[in-house]
């Protein structure tokens, strides 16, 4: 007997991204359905115009709560969650199939499936983006997202959780300004998940987390062999390192800022 299987898109402004994502996943998908977090772009006319998609919307707060808020409004058990900058392959759609099918091990709630990352559309192969995988296709009724405000998995026992031999094709940004901007929201993120945990800033990891991080990266781990995609890649990465640590300093450290109306007070006084 034939499964059911809603395909999950999470977006924000990706008018470049969404359509093709639609459409790779059209083809295994009994519902597609778009969970959009404020779209000021062409996205959301886009959605509407691709017959067969349901469009649900709500205020973004981080990955996890908003895929949380997302995961029970599916239509059926199965739920494949795919990112908007992510393309199913043939391949994977058909293993996906038969996971839902009952064909293969129905003692699972979730599985992972690794990604072929693209920079700026040139494919990386190494800067440890070659072990990228995250845990996308899930029960509905048995998954849900760990309470972090950035890299969040799925919370489902290890022997419940297998491995998908498909990968999605992951197109990481199309404009290097864009994926700066993304890395700096990444950072804060990651220094309250950080600083959550009680972890404190000190000296010798503000100034050794970049060149550590870049050095593992585009020595150790190969990054010279993708070109200057991967200095790219592993510069973003170093300074995303640096961010981190940079934001969770400022929020043990920073000092309040002053008050304009007492500034204001205490220049009129001294002028008096």
């Not at 290097?176 to 945990?197: C, L, P, T």
């Not at 200057?228 to 995303?240: E, K």
């Not at 220049?267 to 008096?272: D, G, P, V």
């Amino acid at each position: 007997m034939a499964g059911k299987l809603t395909v999950l898109i999470p977006c924000k402004n990706e008018r470049m991204n969404i359509r093709p994502c639609i459409e790779s996943v059209q083809s295994i998908a009994d519902e597609v359905l778009v969970a959009d977090s404020g779209s000021t772009d062409d996205t959301l006319a886009i959605v509407r115009s691709i017959d067969g998609c349901r469009l649900i919307e709500r205020e973004y707060v981080c990955s996890a709560d908003f895929k949380n808020w997302a995961i029970p409004q599916a239509a059926h058990e199965w739920v494949l969650i795919v990112d908007a900058d992510e393309r199913v392959t043939p391949k994977l759609a058909k293993e996906i199939r038969r996971i839902v099918d009952g064909a293969d091990d129905a003692t699972k709630d979730a599985y992972w499936i690794g990604r072929d990352n693209h920079y700026l559309g040139h494919p990386i192969k190494r800067c440890g983006w070659n072990n990228d995988g995250v845990v996308r296709l899930v029960r509905r009724d048995a998954c849900r997202y760990t309470d972090r405000w950035v890299h969040a998995e799925i919370d489902a026992p290890a022997e419940r959780v297998g491995r998908l031999q498909g990968r999605f094709v992951h197109y990481t940004t199309w404009d290097s300004d864009h994926y700066s901007r993304k890395m700096v929201r990444y950072a804060e993120w990651g220094a309250r998940n950080y600083h959550q945990a009680g972890k404190h800033p000190n000296l010798l990891k503000l100034a050794l987390a970049a060149p550590v991080r870049f050095l593992q990266l585009y020595l150790l781990r190969g990054g010279f062999l993708d070109g200057i995609p991967g200095l790219q890649v592993c510069m973003h990465s170093a300074y995303y390192s640096y961010q981190k640590q940079a934001k969770l300093w400022e929020m043990h450290y920073a000092l309040p800022q002053p008050d304009p109306e007492l500034e204001r007070d205490n220049h009129n006084q001294q002028a008096a």
